[in-house]
């Protein structure tokens, strides 16, 4: 035991030691030590670097503030109990307890990891792929402090705006831990994902969401300089609201090349590995459901209209879904089931999240039936065409939905399909022109550079880690089940 926390430990500041090395060797902010503001997501930058600096107590409102401190504690919900409930379910019993302890003790690594040095490496200005050093250890935020919104001269919080960010890193982080659930050292996880929040999650985050906010944009030479100092897939136009690409897909890329490299479990194809509590799933899913207000609507970073317009789509679309997946399944299986109107629950609130803010209600329906569909045709044919052994179905879900999510964004914010369009902030109305065609171009540039991104970065940490302490635990462990043999529980007594 004290071997591998030595190694984990060991892993965690070697990630840490490289990836604050590569920032400092293409963070012009370091090289001129000029301090930039860190970005809200979304993002947005604090005032308080300027010159004239801005206050919270004077600048930030209470109903904003009070809205997206309760979006943070929707999203830690998601995480502990939905997800941990959801995936507990869909395991077998004897491993129930190791995937609510993965997702505890993941959820509470990212969220240290975060305050030390994520928030500042995705959140602040350095260059296009990864951010500064300026809030290492959360070092200059204050209670004064203020991160701007999507809405000139609004503010919120630093603070209030890096704990929401934060639980979207933990839940992403989370998500990945069911595709090689049941089989995967305790150990080699906590590993993984220390070196693959560094090294994917931080730099796609910061090249979807990081810009240094509105506020400057006073004309087109202003807004050009405000977008190129942005993240390299914000200054090309990606759309993605509230994750499609940062959580679903990189998430989902992680989780299936773990799949692969460590391999397949014992019996499977087999020995029957069915779900081995349904209410646990369905209560998980409700809970995903409930939180996911938090997810999508805090996504706008005030209380205001956008906020609201990310509410009623993420209801609608996820309804929708279910109505999708079920009635599909039953046609193809003559019975509808509890399993596939969960699942469909999950992969509705997915394709709905990149565009919570920009599709109408009714495009936001036309979502979640797809995905619906395109989902359940991803847990079934794409998974045997695959030929890999993601346990609980993360890249059927959460890859597939968060793909088709991502491409249809760029089809539904249009205008003239209901959509919120986007918005020029030199004209501060809607930009007249928006075509289609463009968009999903764009849009499959995001997706295209996340799937590649974290695939790679994904594939060498899980070949590291094999390499140095493994991956998978022994086969008689696996067959005792992990509650057992990685935490000496067992959730049911005999």
Known sequence: MLTWMKRLVAGGAMALAIGATGVIATSPAHADEVKKPAVTAPAATPAAAEPAPVLCSEKCNKGDIAWMMVCTALVLLMTLPGLALFYGGLTRSKNILS????????????????????????????GAFVGGLDRLF????????VAATFSKGVVIPEYVFMAFQAVFATITCCLIIGSFAERAKFSAILVFMVIWFTFSYLPIAHMVWFWPGPDDIKDAASLEAITARAGWLWQKGVLDFAGGTVVHINAAIAGLVGSFVIGKRLGYGKEAMKPHNLVYVMTG????????????????????????????????????????????EWVLKGKPSMLGAASGCVAGLVAITPAAGFAGPMGSIIIGLIAGVV?????????????????????GVHGVGGITGALLTGVFADPAL?????????????????????????????????????GVVSFIA????????????????EREGLDISSHGEAAYES
């Not at 207000?293 to 996820?318: C, R």
């Open 462 to 477: 899980f070949k590291l880690i094999d390499m140095v302490i493994g991956l998978r635990v022994k086969e008689d462990e």
């Open 375 to 395: 989902c359940l045709w991803g847990v079934t044919g794409l998974k045997k065409i695959l030929g890999s052994d993601d346990s609980l179905d993360v890249f």
């Open 285 to 328: 899913a409700a809970l995903l459901w409930f939180g996911w207000f938090g997810f999508n609507a805090g996504s706008a970073l005030e209380a205001n209209g956008t906020a609201g317009l990310a509410f009623v789509n993420t209801y609608l679309a996820t309804a929708a879904a279910v109505l999708g997946w079920s009635v599909a």
């Open 418 to 454: 209901g959509g919120s369009g986007i918005w020029d902030y030199v004209a501060n109305a809607v930009a007249p022109d928006y075509s289609i065609a463009s968009q999903l171009w764009i849009q499959a540039q995001g997706v295209i550079t996340t799937v590649i991104w974290s």
């Open 99 to 126: 995937i609510c302890m993965q997702c505890f003790m993941v959820f509470s690594l990212i969220t240290v990891l975060w305050a030390i040095y994520g928030y500042s490496f995705a959140f602040t200005e350095g």
């Open 138 to 145: 959360l070092g200059g935020m204050n209670p004064e402090s």
